[in-house]
């Protein structure tokens, strides 16, 4: 089979209370994928956050020999929390996002009054 053969396997992990779809794309051939929009949990009443989205898509990555080579976010995302730091501290997996996200963060700084805050992109 050659690369224009090549069928990409796509497996999308639904969290119920952010309504979004996070993704494991992987080359069959070569074991290695991508995570796409991963969720971190977080309960608004608590405030807390978890790794429960997170942990179910390194269980599938390694019940399936998976390499994962990137970790991207498609967006900074106003539904959900970014699970991309702390997979990348799991895998060693660098993290992207579009350079679009600085316009975002400057305008969620001003929001939020984070005087603190690098808007950069540096956190991906």
Known sequence: MDAT??????????????GSIQYVVADPQTRRCA??????DFDE???AT???NADALLD???E???EVEWILDTHPH????????YLSTKTGAPTAIGEKVVGVQKLWKAIYNW???????SQW
């Open 78 to 85: 106003a539904d959900h929390f970014s699970a991309a730091h």
């Open 64 to 66: 399936n020999g998976l």
């Open 45 to 47: 009443k608590s405030g």
């Open 35 to 40: 995570i796409i929009d991963p969720v971190l």
């Open 60 to 62: 599938f990555i390694r």
């Open 5 to 18: 053969s090549a069928k990409l396997q796509v497996a999308g992990f639904y969290d119920k209370p952010s």
């Open 115 to 121: 005087p603190d805050f690098p808007a950069d992109g």
């Open 50 to 52: 978890a790794t429960k």
